[in-house]
């Protein structure tokens, strides 16, 4: 045997053993990785559905009052956003909280389109701001004023 060509198939031999072990090495990584990626699937998963159902609970439900359905206001919490309330209640808060000092309910009549001047449209709007008073969105001044809770 030719030793020449037989030290070219040593090294040749030695150069492809070494490439394995870095190609075996990578492979290792490679597949940790892709673990680890899968863990971290499954626990956004079951995070976001966790996140999903505490919405869905925390979101105003609606419910029958005189066998019509109603929009419940949630209580306040501190990481609750207004933007769980209904439309209507929304502008009423951001009415109340724009304005420069305490605002009686005839001033939020703007936010809802309601001519207030007859007071059977003011006593349902007055009552709109009562619910959030009772559920820590706004409060009631004693002179009958509505302000922010802040």
Known sequence: MDPELLKRITARR???????ELLAKELAE????????????RVLERVSEQLADERASAAPAPGQVGGRAVML??????????????????????TVWQAAGPVMARQADDALGIDVSVRSELEPLRGKLV???DRGWLRKLSDGRFTSRW
């Open 14 to 20: 030695t150069e492809l053993d070494g490439r394995e």
């Open 30 to 41: 490679v597949r940790a990785e892709r673990d680890e990626l899968a863990v971290a699937e």
């Open 131 to 133: 619910r959030p008073v």
């Open 73 to 94: 206001i949630p209580h306040r919490t501190p990481d609750m956003e207004e933007t769980l309330l209904p439309p209507d209640y929304q502008r009423i808060l951001a």
